[in-house]
């Protein structure tokens, strides 16, 4: 082949990526970037192209080096590529009062909201700013209402790579309905005394794979609330309140968890390391739950199971979420507190079917042994587990 043919295969190679993965970048709408100014029509606007595109694999593209003011907004499918890009580059950031916030509608629990997108990837090492403090103060003062700084749901085959969320006014991350999903490489991050900052929160999701991820937080660094299937490795948790199944059963209510296996994660300076936590009077169950090659430094509780976690007032004392089937496995490391591990299930429903084994906590303070306490926790403990578990019941 001549240079010349080889020429116009390469420009042809040139056409064809440019017109299969066509680039809309929210500059080209208007978008100002300059930390200031409303940049939320603009954004609206390269949304609708984006969604509406037909050829390749679009990308929404957020350019670095330029900050955008955001109000609450809807990114809403379905769209008609086969996946849709949003390339975060640079910052997106809230309003900074309360009083600055415009919401479109009455619901007022979201500041980003993804929904009905398949196949959505959202990447690019940008920040999303949740600029949450104000709302930390109020709530403290009056226990006000604030919402979560990015949720998706019913984004079926969701991947979300290499972000970092910052300061969110509550939780940082929330999947809901997002089946057979990939969230890696994130950052996720608030000061320790935030209240409520979770760090990644999923709801009836199956097929989720979380790995790689730092989640220094206010509140849990993932909490599980419903879903079957997850597997969770590689997180860097602290501060925060550990990796946790729960709440569930709050009023009264149904929760189902199964199939979540935790593994390869480290836990620094939290209030807990691997949780379950239901309220009294709910009804369901939590299965087949795996945690393993865990390291502790410093953790207050790093095995913690709380059947009391809430009380219901109206609760049915025969009724509970029933715990079964759960490993703790290779737990390494330090606790603060005396009693490491705190398994206190239902009085009537009771846990069944635990198994600790290759567990070795000591305690931070060196004049202190750690102790297990159980209520009604019926299962299996090595003998060489340090502390005993000689509390459970066979």
Known sequence: ??????????????VTSSQADPIFDVLKYGASGNGQTDDSQAFIKAWKDVCK??????TLLVPKGRTFVLQPMVFQGPCKAPSINFKIQGTIRAPRGISSWKWPSSDRNTWLQFEYIKRLVVDGRGVFDGQGAPWWDCFKKSKCHRPRAISFHACEGLKVNRVNAINS????????????????NIHLRAPKDSPNTDGLGITES???????????????????????????????????HGISI???????????????HVRNC????????????????GFGYVRKVTFEDIILEDVQYPVLIDQHYTAYTAADNKKAI????????????????????????????GCTNLLLDEIKITSSDPKMKTKATCLNAH??????????????LK
């Not at 509550?170 to 890696?184: D, E, P, Q, R, T």
């Not at 715990?323 to 299930?345: P, Q, W």
């Open 266 to 281: 480290t836990f620094t300076g939290s209030s807990n390391g691997a949780r379950i936590k239901t309220w009294e009077g």
């Open 169 to 184: 006014p509550a939780g940082h991350i929330c999947l809901s309905s997002c089946n057979s999903s990939v969230v890696s």
């Open 322 to 349: 029933k715990i079964s089937d759960i490993t703790y496995r290779n737990f390494r490391g330090t606790s603060t507190l005396e009693e490491a591990v705190k398994l206190m299930c239902d009085n009537a429903v």
């Open 246 to 260: 729960g709440s569930l059963g709050s009023g009264g209510s149904y929760g189902a968890v199964e199939e979540v």
């Open 53 to 58: 595109a037909t050829k390749g694999y679009p």
């Open 1 to 14: 082949m001549n240079m010349q043919g080889l020429f116009a295969i390469l420009f042809l190679c040139f």
């Open 206 to 240: 199956s097929q989720v794979t979380i790995r790689d991820s730092t989640m220094e937080v206010g509140d849990d660094c993932v909490a599980i609330n419903g879903g079957s299937y997850m597997n969770i490795s590689g997180i860097f948790c602290g501060p925060g």
């Open 379 to 392: 299962g299996k403990s090595s003998a060489s587990n340090i502390p005993q578990v000689s509390c459970l």
